[in-house]
T-cell receptor, first 112, second 114 residues
Framework: DAKTTQPNSMESNEEEPVHLPCNHSTISGTDYIHWYRQLPSQGPEYVIHGLTSNVNNRMASLAIAEDRKSSTLILHRATLRDAAVYYCILSRSGAGSYQLTFGKGTKLSVIP | KAGVTQTPRYLIKTRGQQVTLSCSPI?????VSWYQQTPGQGLQFLFE???????NKGNFPGRFSGRQFSNSRSEMNVSTLELGDSALYLC?????????????FGPGTRLTVT
C-alpha cells in the first residue's frame, strides 16, 4: 500500500490559515488523496478528497502538487473547533471495493 | 438524516470471551467498513461489506469476522478475546464500495478486555 508522511503535530493561532502538508511519493496514478480529521472522542470525519486538481469545499481546500507526490490541506481560518488529528490517506479502488489506509496523522492544536 | 450508529458504545469483556458489535449505516448507504483504532497501531482496516458480501479484508486473524444483513446493518464478532483486542472499533458507511469520496464514521464502540 502507498504510504503517507505527515508531521506529528502542528500549532496554529486562531483565525489564521493553516497549511497541513502530506508527502506521498509512492502514489500511483489511480490513487485518490483523502483527508479526514478526528476530534477527541469521535470517529473520523471526512474533510476533502482529490485526484489531480486542486479542490475546494466548505471546510477546506486541497492543493495537490503537479507530480502528485505531495499535497497540502488548507484551513482558511482556524477555529478552536478545528483542533483535531488530521489524516492524509491514499485510497486505491479495485475490484469494486476500496479501503482507507490511515497513517499516524498530524495533531493540530489551535491557540486562542 | 441520522448518522451512523454503533451499539454498544462501551463494553468490558474478559479474555477468552466473544463479543458482537453492531453498526447501522446511514439510510441509503449499502457499504459498511470496520476499523480498529489503538494508540499503538492507529486506525487499521478490518473488512468491508456490501450486499451482504465481504468485499475486502484487512490483515487480521480469523477471530475477527463480520456479516451484513439485507437492511445493510452490519455486525462484527471477535471470538476468544485477547488483551490486545482492547480498542475503539469504528464502522463507516458509504453509498457503495469503490465509490470514491466520503465514508461516514460512527462514534465507535470502546472495547476493554480484562
Amino acid at each position: 500500500d502507498a504510504k503517507t508522511t505527515q508531521p506529528n503535530s502542528m500549532e496554529s493561532n486562531e483565525e489564521e490559515p493553516v497549511h497541513l502538508p502530506c508527502n506521498h511519493s509512492t502514489i500511483s496514478g489511480t490513487d485518490y488523496i483523502h483527508w479526514y480529521r478526528q476530534l477527541p472522542s469521535q470517529g473520523p470525519e471526512y474533510v476533502i478528497h482529490g485526484l489531480t486538481s486542486n479542490v475546494n469545499n466548505r471546510m477546506a481546500s486541497l492543493a495537490i502538487a503537479e507530480d502528485r507526490k505531495s499535497s497540502t490541506l488548507i484551513l482558511h481560518r482556524a477555529t478552536l473547533r478545528d483542533a483535531a488529528v488530521y489524516y492524509c490517506i491514499l485510497s486505491r479502488s479495485g475490484a469494486g471495493s476500496y479501503q482507507l489506509t490511515f497513517g499516524k496523522g498530524t495533531k493540530l492544536s489551535v491557540i486562542p | 438524516k441520522a448518522g451512523v450508529t454503533q451499539t454498544p458504545r462501551y463494553l468490558i469483556k474478559t479474555r477468552g470471551q466473544q463479543v458482537t458489535l453492531s453498526c447501522s449505516p446511514i439510510s441509503g448507504h449499502r457499504s459498511v467498513s470496520w476499523y480498529q483504532q489503538t494508540p499503538g497501531q492507529g486506525l487499521q482496516f478490518l473488512f468491508e461489506y456490501f450486499s451482504e458480501t465481504q468485499r475486502n479484508k484487512g490483515n487480521f486473524p480469523g477471530r475477527f469476522s463480520g456479516r451484513q444483513f439485507s437492511n445493510s446493518r452490519s455486525e462484527m464478532n471477535v471470538s476468544t478475546l485477547e488483551l490486545g483486542d482492547s480498542a475503539l472499533y469504528l464502522c463507516a458507511s458509504s453509498l457503495a464500495p469503490g465509490a470514491v469520496g466520503e465514508q461516514y464514521f460512527g462514534p465507535g464502540t470502546r472495547l476493554t478486555v480484562t
